[in-house]
Nanobody, 115 residues
Framework: QVQLVESGGGLVQAGGSLRLSCAAS????????MEWFRQAPGKQREWVAS???????SYTNSVKGRFTISRDNAKNTGYLQMNSLNAEDTAVYYC?????????WGRGTQVTVSS
């Protein structure tokens, strides 16, 4: 089971960009579906995007065209490129790895968008 550590969060102005990283331990990262979730204050955690082991991607409607999920299996790292950020994107962002029911979560990284 991989261990996941997110990084890259911070404070950004509306319209700006951030790239989140999710670094995984172990050699089996390439087998995992990787997903990004986010949780805003007072709200439930919501799914943002996913990328399969084969590279198939999907996104929640609110981020389509603005966010791009990717992975570099050689570096055991997943990414979430976030462009055109707005205040509604403010949340703690978590990455999740899933392989045949073996699920791992990172501890999250804070993204704050100032309007």
């Amino acid at each position: 089971q991989v261990q996941l550590v997110e990084s890259g969060g911070g404070l950004v102005q509306a319209g700006g960009s951030l790239r989140l990283s999710c670094a995984a331990s172990g050699s089996s990262f390439r087998l995992y579906t990787m997903e990004w979730f986010r949780q805003a204050p007072g709200k439930q955690r919501e799914w943002v995007a996913s990328i399969s082991s084969g590279g198939t991607t999907s996104y929640t409607n609110s981020v389509k065209g603005r966010f791009t999920i990717s992975r570099d299996n050689a570096k055991n790292t997943g990414y979430l490129q976030m462009n055109s950020l707005n205040a509604e994107d403010t949340a703690v962002y978590y990455c999740k790895g899933d392989y045949s029911g073996r699920i791992s979560w990172g501890r999250g990284t804070q993204v704050t968008v100032s309007s």
